[in-house]
């Protein structure tokens, strides 16, 4: 990236920055403590204890927390490096943008997704969001690249970027896993066969998570174990009861909110187990839903997937005007999402494979993430995947270019 193009874009950061110390709070927030402590653990030459392992949480974003913590950093600069991870993000779809269209275009397409909304309500928050986000657009380039040059080099950065992703996102473990497995055996097909390259840089990542996997072997005695979010997530997903929709709790709501009571007992039941043992029965007692209620189910993964969409509906929930945040520009997106169906299908030819291999993996993690309690912001992670097929199907199909760009190829060609 040339120094005047990046000029163009660090607006974006000072955006960021401002956002983050105009809204950032001077204490901790829902989450934060517990990055916060599995940071704090981090710097003491733990991450959790075997006699109670807390997985919860990946340790990705809490390995970036440590040296900051280690240093006794006040929390608005661990805040504010949400921004950086942000701004990073943007500079990375740029450079993608740029493997297909040109410098005007590709800034233009550069700051629509800088100030996409979701991306800025998690800002001032020590969350992974920003983070997940960055890795996702890393991961693209990187996957861009490797299918544009088959050098070996963008495959390994595309592997650990993926990988670092698992491990602060642990859902994307098992997209690793399952997407791995999926993209090598469809490439046999010979029709298929570009989705090796996507196939290969999954398979990198699960490889690279490894040494993670066998950490948490040894906490647990459980194979394969990601995290420990996943059964309450799923309990409160496949929810029989009409007058709830299917959203997440936590066990503090239960246990304090009276119209969750009818959860209360079960909750009571399960306090003097580890945070391993109450995963697997709310895993249990979901799976007895589900075969009780099927069509109960069915209907929670219908709301589900517009709640993701549209941060909306939420039972036993007084919704705000806060949620048009997240509505108003995800309608806009998802109609052109729509619209470009058509185009994407008669266009096939014209839409390089590395896109559908894109398009494939958002598959995978919006189908897996629906099954589960699911918000906005997993729909928001897979953006920059999503803008790559957006972008390449405006500009090589739907042919949309820029004025100014367009003058500038016909002054070229007379010259010419």
Avoid at 229 to 236: E, I, K, N
Avoid at 293 to 300: A, T
Avoid at 370 to 383: K, Q
Wanted: aromatic share 14%.
């Amino acid at each position: 990236m040339k120094l005047r193009e990046l000029l163009w874009l660090l607006p974006t950061l000072v955006l960021y920055l401002v956002v983050v110390v105009a809204f950032a709070s001077d204490g901790l927030i829902g989450d934060e403590g517990r990055y916060l402590n599995f940071a704090t653990n981090l710097t003491q030459g733990f991450y959790t204890t075997r006699e109670d392992p807390s997985l919860w949480n990946g340790p990705g974003y809490p390995l970036v927390l440590a040296p900051f913590t280690a240093a006794g950093a006040p929390l608005i600069v661990m805040k504010l490096l949400n921004a950086v991870f942000l701004f990073v993000a943007v500079c990375m779809m740029y450079a993608t943008a740029r493997r297909y269209t040109g410098r005007t275009a590709s800034l233009v397409f550069a700051w629509l997704f800088a100030v996409y909304p979701p991306f800025l309500r998690y800002l001032p928050f020590m969350l992974t969001e920003a983070l997940g986000v960055m890795l996702v657009a890393c991961t693209v380039y990187f996957l861009v690249r490797w299918y544009g040059t088959h050098a070996i080099g963008w495959l390994i950065a595309g592997g650990v970027a993926f990988a670092y992703l698992a491990i602060t996102k642990v859902f994307f473990g098992w997209v690793l896993m399952i997407g791995a497995a999926l993209f090598l055996l469809l490439s046999l097909a010979k029709p298929l066969r570009p989705l090796r390259r996507a196939g290969l840089v999954l398979l990198l990542g699960f490889v690279l998570c490894v040494p993670y996997l066998a950490y948490t072997y040894w906490l647990t005695g459980k194979p394969l174990l990601w995290g420990t979010s996943g059964g309450l997530s799923l309990y409160f997903m496949s929810t029989p009861h009409a007058d709830e929709y299917g959203n997440w709790y936590s066990r503090h709501d239960v246990l304090s909110r009276p119209e969750l009571a009818r959860h209360k007992p079960f909750f009571e039941e399960l306090s003097e187990l580890s945070e391993v043992e109450r995963d697997a029965r709310y895993r249990q007692e979901a799976l007895k839903n589900i075969r009780r209620s099927p069509k109960k189910y069915v209907v929670n993964w219908g709301l589900n997937v517009f709640r993701m969409l549209f941060s909306y509906p939420f039972s036993h929930t007084l919704h705000k005007p806060s949620t048009l945040f997240y509505l108003v520009p995800n309608v806009f997106l998802v109609a052109l999402m729509v619209f470009l169906v058509y185009p994407t299908i008669v266009g096939r030819g014209c839409i390089p494979p590395e896109v559908f291999a894109l398009l494939l993996l958002t598959g995978l993690v919006l189908g897996g993430s629906s099954l589960l309690c699911a918000e906005v912001r997993f729909f928001a992670i897979t953006v920059p995947m999503l803008a790559v097929w957006i972008l390449v199907t405006l500009v090589r199909v739907v042919r949309l270019r820029l004025v100014r760009e367009a003058e500038n190829e016909s002054a070229g060609a007379e010259a010419a």
